[in-house]
């Protein structure tokens, strides 16, 4: 989520407050200045899932957590006031349109898909489906990611290339054939929702290029839940870079804001 040539804003997901809203170390005032530290515009995108562990999973948990970082806000007002929504639960259906206002800018992730049969395989499950093959899964994966872009009202798309463990140690580019980027960037263009390059999900840089070459904008994300991680856009903003992306290319939630 960048706006000029130097990095200007991010996607961390962080404790918040006093209370722990996530697997995150720090508190928001504390990453706040940790952002400004390296150079970086500070966004906060917290998980918003009934179906992830140390996340908010609630309205009323959405609404406190919105109401923690609004007062944040008062301090820092370069602050986005982000969340990151899980495209399989149900939590993103379920918040009223006056919550989804109080967003500077929403991410939204495939953490699990369904599959053909109906079962649904999660990106950080171990065990693989039984007759389940790599090419069957990945098209299945595209199908939902197509899904997600007609379907899910957010403005950016976390780690796009994201898939299940047992698939991690194959090449991306294998797996995330041609055809399949550009059936995943046309999605994305047409909804007008930004590509995250990740810091811990690191797309190839084939995709990264088919992204901006298409026309859709590149959100950098440091996807940092530590000090150290926090803030940390150096590669995904060089990333960019090699891939052709121009200033105007990179989303600056501040700038472009909410889609639609």
Not at 112 to 128: D, E, I, K, N, P
Not at 228 to 250: C, F, H, I, N, S
Request: charge should be negative; charged fraction near 25%; proline fraction near 6%.
């Amino acid at each position: 989520m960048t706006a000029s040539s130097a990095p200007t804003a991010w996607r961390p997901r962080d404790c918040h407050a006093h209370t722990t809203f996530s697997d995150g170390v720090l508190a928001p005032k504390a990453l706040v200045a940790v952002a400004r530290e390296r150079g970086v515009r500070p966004s906060i995108a917290d998980h918003l899932s009934g179906d992830v562990g140390a996340a908010v999973a609630s309205v009323a948990g959405v609404t406190g957590y919105l109401d923690v970082l609004e007062r944040l806000r008062a301090d820092a007002p370069d602050l986005s006031v982000s969340g990151e929504f899980c495209w399989h639960d149900t939590l993103w259906r379920d918040l009223p349109r006056a919550q989804w206002a109080r967003f500077g800018h929403t991410v939204g992730s495939l953490h699990a898909v369904w599959l053909t049969s109906g079962a649904r395989l999660h990106m950080f499950a171990r065990g693989w489906p039984d007759g389940l093959d790599a090419q069957s899964y990945m098209d299945a994966h595209v199908e939902n990611l197509e899904r997600f872009a007609r379907e899910m009202p957010v403005d950016v798309l976390a780690h796009p290339t994201l898939l299940p463990i047992p698939l991690r140690g194959r090449p991306l580019q294998e797996l995330w054939t041609e055809a399949r980027e550009e059936r995943a960037v046309a999605a994305l263009r047409a909804a007008g929702i930004a590509f995250e390059v990740s810091n811990r999900y690191r797309p190839h840089a084939r995709f990264v290029r088919r992204a901006v070459d298409a026309g859709v904008r590149l959100s950098l994300g440091s996807d940092g839940h530590t000090f150290e991680q926090v803030a940390d856009l150096a590669w995904p903003l060089a990333t960019a870079r090699e891939a052709g992306a121009r200033d105007e290319d990179l989303y600056d939630p501040h700038a472009h804001g909410r889609r639609g």
